[in-house]
């Protein structure tokens, strides 16, 4: 049976009139999927606030975390200059060190040229200083060398060539050896006081006198008694050091310093300072 458009009409004035039977009138012409699906608006509703709020609370999150990235940049971008300042810092100390390296180097140099200028004058004025003494013995030799011998003369380079050569010829010395006796810095002939026989003095002269002082008078006195001639070895200045002192004693040499004569220690007897041990 057709069902017309008055009673539909009255349908829903029934229907209006009793809100009541509109649940059950939905529960007779929907489905349950569809009687349901209000409910299940709701509920997506729901869970769309609930994932509207958690993408709130993400971005949100989000946002914290792009502030806190933020920030980490800034402080890494100041960490970065910093650390190229404290780069540039220690280029300009390394180079600083560097210039100072050099100052210091040339500085050392300048200090190593300057020790060697001041020993080579202090070698040089040492030098002069022996041979302006060396002339004031022998000039003064007379004077100086009185507490050994008398009649003192200053032996000349002719009597030297002289007395050289006729060893050389009798092969008493070889050429090596004249030259080395050539070399003394002052040889003397005299009377011995003790005795006033004829002696010979070979003499070696410095500022301050050393052991190798000594033992090239030695040395060279012993070249001088080799070809018959009385020889004794002194050594001259105006300070005779202490190893050079003991040398000297130990080795016969006689010491003149400041006018002042130091015989040599005599073997089995008392260091007896009378000049007549020459």
């Not at 030799?141 to 050569?165: C, K, N, Q």
Request: charged share 25%; net charge negative; aromatic share 4%.
């Amino acid at each position: 049976m057709a069902f017309t458009v008055e009673e539909f009409r009255d349908l829903v004035r029934i229907l209006e009139e009793h809100p009541e039977w509109r649940a059950e009138l939905r529960r007779l012409v929907l489905t349950d999927e569809i009687l349901t699906l209000p409910e299940l608006v709701r509920d997506l509703i729901q869970a769309q606030r609930r994932t509207e709020e958690q993408v709130a609370a993400l971005v949100e999150a989000q946002r914290h975390t792009e502030e806190r990235v933020t920030t980490l940049e800034d402080r890494v971008a100041s960490l970065i200059e910093a650390q190229q300042r404290t780069e540039a810092q220690l280029s300009a100390l390394v180079e600083a060190q560097q210039r100072t390296d050099q100052q210091i180097a040339a500085l050392t140099e300048a200090q190593l040229q300057t020790n060697y200028r001041l020993d080579t004058l202090t070698n040089d004025m040492a030098a002069v200083k022996g041979i302006v003494l060396e002339l004031q013995y022998r000039d003064r030799a007379y004077a100086y060398f009185a507490p050994l011998i008398r009649r003192t003369r200053v032996l000349s380079g002719d009597e030297l060539d002289a007395l050289l050569e006729g060893a050389i010829a009798q092969g008493q010395l070889s050429e090596a050896e004249a030259d080395e006796l050539l070399l003394a810095d002052l040889l003397l002939r005299g009377r011995r006081r003790a005795d006033n026989s004829e002696v010979y003095l070979v003499v070696e002269v410095s500022w301050k006198v050393d052991p190798y002082d000594v033992e090239r008078s030695v040395r060279r006195a012993a070249l001088m008694s080799r070809i018959g001639i009385p020889a004794v070895p002194v050594v001259a200045g105006k300070e005779v050091i202490a190893e050079a002192a003991n040398l000297a004693d130990m080795l016969q040499v006689w010491q003149l310093t400041n006018g002042q004569a130091i015989p040599p220690h005599q073997p089995g007897s008392a260091n007896d300072q009378s000049p007549n041990h020459a």
